[in-house]
């Protein structure tokens, strides 16, 4: 057993950056301890602090430093000579300058940041239930709409000497950490655990997926020419198709009969609302009666405000197993009431829907992912759900403070209307560069386009890091043409779609190393919303998934066109050629008003349940990170 107390106050003596890996492996071995003793509030905050790489602070906070070192009007005026102060006094014009810069400053002044408003708002926190009551006080101000899901990792002796892959396969537990919830704040943050026998094989088969997907697509097209050649590449990847299937199912098995927590809080109109109340407090008086515990009642509210998405053999599973969690004696008849009550709520919810469609809808959900769990596929835990991904609560923390002013009813709102393209930069994916031509100039016409031609730094950071929207679609991520060390320093207000393979799939730089993706780049410049994949994908199908994510998205240059949906698609993968899919089919897109849709996590739920590509392994790897946004320039937010 190691001294708890001495090991604290030796880490407190030095930064993270000092430290390296070892300080998150401390974190998490205090959190499955916490958990073990039955402290799970103190474990919750032992694995928000090992999902925050502190070593990232020295790059994030470096643009910030560069713009504090500019002089403001006060200090302009101090520095001055009596030359320049009588200059000044007999100088209306920069007077003018002067007096509007001072006014200015003192409306964007803002107080001493408190320790909350920090980067780290638990730099300061010694004691595991301050650090709790701060992370409480952190999910009380996100925005009321959201649920806030953290999923950790255990900690894993091996990490400080093994490589990523190993890491990866590894066994180990998973914490889900409910930080923010469909009873939040009314009550506190929960954790589930989940440590199943199947789920050392699961981490094994997901550290060789990537790479059993490569060997399958990677193949010389001249040596596949012949039917015998083409009939075993197809049966190779029906077969992989086959294998991630029963990965996906693993993964869901997993986490059965849990998986409605990825679920989000509904649309909130006044029929929800009502329904909501009367449900909960139904959920109350139970839980009274019975004597269970808030964590059991946070759980049974969460079902019974999702029932109707429950199938009935998930509802009995889900009974058995909170009531098996309960202090008091377990019984049959208490299961068989829980089982009663997600009945009545399911039918409840289900005649609801049917009056009011909107009422089926959910408001997004944050997906927290340890960067050893993030190349796996939560998002088909509840393939319907609208979600994104984030690296650590501290990096949502301070994506939210920066844009808060434009976060509405739990989206960031934009208004898109024109953006930069980068297509085929390294003209050597013809097809592909064919096919995105034709759209984009049939599309969004527009825009500015380059099309096969190497970006220069100067022209990702005054060109597309300055676009509302920027799009990229070539190999990897684009991090290829500007460094990281640029990306951090400057401030990118706009969406970023990375239409590339692995183009936001998390990597290790070393033997044992923080991993990171092209979106840590762009959220540490404050860029809001990137889209991106997980792993690698077909080119035609990628291009047919980037078009439609794109065209239902982003409104065209004019409405007199026919929707990209109604386009012939073979013509257009085969030859990148643009034409209606049906002759006489003459209806244009003014005609259709419903074809655009305002949230970008809506529209890669979508793609998650296989609508734009039926194939899993075409759909499951687009992720969205970051804040969900929402283009009003389509579509009114409704509420």
């Known amino acids: 057993m190691f001294d708890a107390e001495a090991t604290e106050k030796e880490l407190r003596s030095l930064t993270s950056v000092q430290v390296g890996p070892e300080t998150k492996e401390y974190n998490l071995l205090r959190a499955d301890e916490e958990y073990r003793n039955g402290n799970e509030k103190d474990s919750i905050y032992y694995q928000v602090r090992a999902l925050f790489q502190c070593a990232d602070m020295r790059l994030l906070t470096e643009a910030q430093e560069l713009e504090n070192q500019l002089p403001n009007a ?26 509007y810069q001072l006014k200015l400053e003192e409306c964007t002044r803002t107080p001493k940041n408190t320790a909350i408003d920090s980067l780290d708002f638990l730099q300061d926190v010694q004691d595991p239930k301050v650090g709790y009551a701060r992370i409480t006080e952190v999910c009380h101000q996100l925005p009321e709409e959201w649920c806030v899901l953290q999923l950790c990792k255990s900690f894993n002796a091996a990490t400080t000497y093994s490589t990523f892959s190993e890491i990866a396969a590894a066994n180990g537990d998973i914490y889900v950490s409910l930080l923010r919830h469909c009873r939040s704040p009314e009550l506190e943050p929960t954790c589930l655990h989940f440590n199943s026998d199947a789920l050392g094989n699961l981490f094994k088969e997901y550290g060789t997926m990537v ?38 199912a693993d993964l869901t098995s997993v986490f059965m009969p849990y998986c409605f927590m990825f679920l989000g809080k509904r649309y909130a109109d006044a029929a929800v609302q009502q329904q909501t109340k009367l449900i909960f407090d139904r959920v109350d008086e139970f839980c009274v009666e019975h004597r269970w515990s808030n964590h059991q009642r946070i759980l049974l509210s969460q079902a019974a405000l999702h029932a109707n998405r429950l199938p009935h053999e998930q509802m009995k599973q ?65 393939p319907m759900q ?17 844009h808060k ?118 959220h540490g410049a404050l860029c809001p919303t990137v889209v991106g994949t997980l792993m690698p994908a077909l080119d035609g199908n990628m291009d047919n998934v980037s078009a439609n994510i794109l065209s239902q998205w982003i409104a065209p240059a004019e ?21 209606a899919a049906l002759k006489g089919n003459s209806e244009t897109l003014e005609q259709q008003p419903d074809y655009h849709t305002g949230s970008l996590s809506a529209i890669l739920a979508n793609v998650q349940m296989g609508k734009v590509e039926p194939k899993i392994y075409n759909g499951c790897v687009y992720v969205c990170r970051g804040l969900p946004a929402w283009n009003a320039a389509v579509q009114e937010l409704p509420f």
């Open 74 to 99: 006060s200090e302009i005026l101090l520095e001055a000579t009596p030359r320049e102060k009588a200059d000044y006094k007999r100088n209306k014009f920069l007077q003018n300058i002067l007096n």
């Open 211 to 248: 790479e059993r997907f490569r060997r399958v697509v990677t193949v010389d097209p001249l040596a596949v020419k012949d039917h015998e050649s083409k009939a075993k590449y197809w049966k190779e990847l029906h077969a992989f198709e086959e294998y991630l299937k029963k990965l996906i």
């Open 318 to 382: 889900l009974s058995y197993e909170l009531n098996s969690n309960s202090n008091n004696n377990k019984n049959e008849t208490e299961a068989l009431l829980v089982y009663e009550l997600l009945k009545s709520c399911a039918t409840k919810w289900q005649k609801l829907e049917q009056r009011q469609p909107l009422a089926a809808k959910r408001f997004p959900i944050i997906l927290v992912v340890d960067e050893r769990l993030d190349h796996m596929h939560w998002e088909q835990l509840a």
């Open 386 to 402: 609208e979600c994104t991904r984030i690296k650590s609560l501290h990096s949502l923390w301070r994506l939210f403070k920066y």
């Open 405 to 522: 002013a434009q976060i509405q009813h739990g989206y960031y709102r934009v208004n898109i209307k024109s953006g930069i393209t980068l297509v085929n930069p390294d003209a050597d994916l013809e097809n592909s560069g064919r096919r995105l031509r034709s759209f984009l100039e049939y599309w969004l016409s527009h825009w500015q386009h380059m099309f096969e031609t190497v970006p220069t730094e100067q022209f990702m950071i005054e060109k597309a890091f300055k676009a509302d929207c920027f799009v990229y679609a070539g190999h990897g991520s684009s991090l290829q043409y500007v460094s990281s060390r640029l990306i951090y320093r400057n401030r990118i207000k706009g969406v970023i779609f990375l239409f590339g393979c692995d183009s936001t799939r998390v990597l290790s730089s070393g033997l044992y190393s923080a991993l990171y993706g092209a979106q840590d780049y762009y």
């Open 559 to 579: 409405q007199q066109i026919i929707p990209w949906a109604s386009i012939d698609r073979a013509a257009w993968v085969s030859q990148g050629t643009v034409k």
